[in-house]
């Protein structure tokens, strides 16, 4: 694959998909830095306790950022429960289903106060599934911005339709095109920041709300000259509940 480049404070940074592994036993580093999960749900309640169980068990010390849009069926009670029961699950509760866009500012903006060094954003469906964390936290120790990535060699897509691939690579020729981003992956919302990469963007100013928040956000990372990096995962079409695609 050939290389993109980001210039950077005055230095180049090469981005290509990282062939990083983990598995449990893996002997390579494991991610030390305090870190936050952050996931907006709408209608998750048959996802959301697996999710964060498998997050937890992970052993990476992470915490768990819950943003719920009031999900009326009560994905915002299972998520309370969660916290009560796991010291480090926090949650966000909003009025109504406000959007994609504002549930990540949400989320991000509660894990900053709680001090964390990077940030991670991902769905609740297993789409994005947490097996992926431990790599994608270990590439921020050389990228600013970490994407899991269906573009880049190893990545992919499993189980998704024919409409949802289009849609996906249509967004994707959109955003490299119209907004001149280089990351193979624009569209994708599993992600991780370091800490200074989302104190230095104006989340205010952010006019985005659905799935163009993606683009917009890594949009501003790009202009700012932040080192963007990707990592391989296979994007798995959910398993239960329904699909937000919409959203």
Not at 114 to 132: C, E, G, L, N, W
Not at 211 to 235: D, T
């Amino acid at each position: 694959m050939v290389p993109l480049t980001y210039g950077i404070r005055r230095r180049v940074c090469t981005v290509r998909g990282i062939g990083l592994q983990w598995a449990p036993g893996f002997g390579g580093k494991v991610p030390v830095d305090k870190h936050a999960v952050v996931v907006p749900t709408y209608n998750e309640r048959e996802n959301i306790e697996l999710l964060v169980d498998n997050i937890l068990a992970l052993g990476l010390g992470s915490q768990v950022v819950i943003v719920d849009d009031n999900s009326p069926d009560g994905t915002g009670v299972i998520a309370d429960e969660l916290s009560r029961r796991h010291a480090g699950v926090y949650v966000v509760h909003r009025a109504g289903k406000l959007g994609l866009g504002t549930a990540h500012i949400a989320g991000i903006r509660a894990a900053l106060d709680r001090d964390a060094a990077q940030i991670v954003t991902m769905d609740a469906d297993f789409s994005h599934h947490p097996r992926y964390l431990p790599c994608l936290l270990e590439a921020l120790d050389r990228y600013d911005v970490v994407i899991g990535s269906r573009y880049v060699d190893g990545g992919g897509t499993q189980d998704c339709t024919l409409p949802r691939r289009a849609l996906s690579r249509g967004a994707n020729l959109l955003a490299h095109t119209v907004a001149g981003l280089a990351a193979g992956d624009a569209t994708a919302g599993f992600r991780g920041y370091r800490r200074a990469v989302l104190e230095s963007i104006a989340l205010d100013e952010i006019v985005s709300n659905g799935y163009s928040f993606l683009i917009e956000m890594l949009y501003r990372c790009q202009k700012q000259g932040w080192c963007i990096g990707e990592v391989p995962i296979i994007f798995e079409n959910r398993q239960r509940g329904a699909s937000k695609i919409s959203r």
